[in-house]
């Protein structure tokens, strides 16, 4: 037992704590040493997982009374079996567990657990969600807008281009953009978010003593400024295979919609929007010619009713129903004190005479191509002079 900062840390007598690595490891928030080193433990006992390891702490309180309890008081738990009580008198595992804090020590590495406050919102309530997270950079999830954009690792000009497209016009809405640091439609939408000054997350399938694919390493520095990475693997997990459909969970759960940019026929993309399905989680796809490769994924998805339409922002902010934040509440302040461009300006006056109409109509009224009409709705949109309706309708506010 001993005392350092504001926190009692309690060790048990029995486990062997590296006293070096007790006096690196200070800036742990949310868990206490003591806390962090049974869970991590915990994780490395083999046959649990996250969603045992989350039986056995709800059930004993925590990870060190894990180990502590009875035999014939973890029998009582739901699903754990005699090979999972047996495996827990394993005691390499807290050697493991030693290794793994001297490294998060030394790297200044971040860690937040389950039970914290600032975990993500929107993982903990995916059943399977990590038991920790690991995170290096400047990340703050807490009261935002996350959405998550994935695809083809083989992004097309067309798939640049609407990449590109809709973070500019959802910019000011200030989401944070989440993907897999991947190639193609991952780097790019990173790459994009940070363009626009937008937090942007990477969502790794290894530990955080690398980074893969290496040649994106240039980006490290400037995602970590506003954003940076998460991960649940430890610093001896490399970019295998079956890491990447473990982190697509964390891809789609971690926010409140999964964007497919572009996928071929199959792809890991998909996995994610099906992930995101299973968490009854927004999925929206973007569509493509039928004869184009990477958008057959996409179009299926949207065939078969397991992603919305995505041709514009205006759909996103629609469908997801985003509030939009207003310096004022009525009209005429927003008259008084907006500034227009020529094309809001005829629309807002088109709108003023009809009510309200959908957004095709006004595109052929005020002589604008419908490509360009969804944004200089979203702006006005997101001036307050204006407000969506259901059906694709809008009206002056």
């Given at each position: ?34 806390e ?36 014939s ?11 999972v009580?047996k495996?827990?008198?394993?005691k ?39 038991v ?44 944070i ?46 995602m ?7 991960t ?31 996928s ?37 998805l949207?065939?078969t ?26 009209a ?35 002589d ?30």
């Amino acid at each position: 037992m001993f005392l350092c900062g504001k926190n009692l840390w309690i060790i048990p007598k029995n486990h062997y704590f590296c006293s070096s690595i007790i006096r690196q490891i200070n800036f742990i928030h949310a868990m206490t040493q003591s806390e962090l080193y049974h869970t991590l433990a915990l994780m490395q006992v083999e046959g649990v997982g996250d969603v045992i390891a989350k039986k056995l702490i709800q059930h004993c309180g925590n990870a060190a009374e894990v180990f502590a309890s009875k035999k014939s008081q973890l029998q009582k738990i739901d699903g754990i079996g005699s090979v999972v009580i047996k495996n827990l008198q394993d005691k390499s595992v807290f050697a493991k567990a030693e290794a793994e804090l001297q490294f998060i020590a030394q790297e200044n590495i971040s860690t937040t657990y389950f039970q914290d406050e600032n975990y993500p919102e929107h993982l903990k309530h995916c059943y399977d969600s990590p038991v920790l997270l690991f995170q290096a950079g400047n990340i703050d999830l807490q009261n935002q807008r996350i959405i998550s954009i994935v695809g083809t690792r083989q992004i097309t000009t067309y798939g640049m281009e609407f990449t590109k497209k809709l973070i500019e016009e959802i910019s000011p809405l200030n989401p944070i953009i989440v993907s897999g640091f991947a190639y193609g439609v991952d780097i790019f939408a990173h790459q994009m978010a940070m363009d626009c000054g937008l937090q942007t997350i990477g969502v790794l399938a290894h530990g955080l003593n690398q980074i893969y694919p290496k040649t994106h390493k240039k980006y490290m520095a400037k995602m970590e400024q506003n954003g940076g990475f998460l991960t649940e693997f430890w610093s001896t997990s490399n970019p295998d295979k079956e890491n990447f459909i473990k982190r697509n969970r964390i891809v789609a759960g971690i926010s409140e919609a999964t964007i497919v940019i572009e996928s071929a026929e199959r792809g890991g993309s998909l996995v994610t929007a099906n992930l995101a399905n299973d968490y009854n989680r927004d999925v929206f796809a973007v569509p493509g010619r039928t004869t184009d490769k990477y958008s057959q994924g996409c179009n299926n998805l949207i065939k078969t009713q397991r992603a919305n339409l995505l041709t514009s922002a205006a759909d996103l902010v629609y469908i997801l129903n985003w509030e939009l934040q207003r310096e004022s509440q009525k009209a005429v302040q927003k008259q008084l004190f907006v500034t227009l461009t020529d094309e809001e300006q005829i629309i807002y006056d088109y709108l003023q005479k009809t009510g309200k109409e959908m957004m095709d109509i006004i595109a052929l009224e005020c002589d604008f191509p419908i490509y360009r009409i969804s944004s200089i709705l979203l702006n006005m949109e997101l001036k307050g002079v204006i407000r969506p309706l259901p059906g694709k309708m809008f009206e002056v506010v």
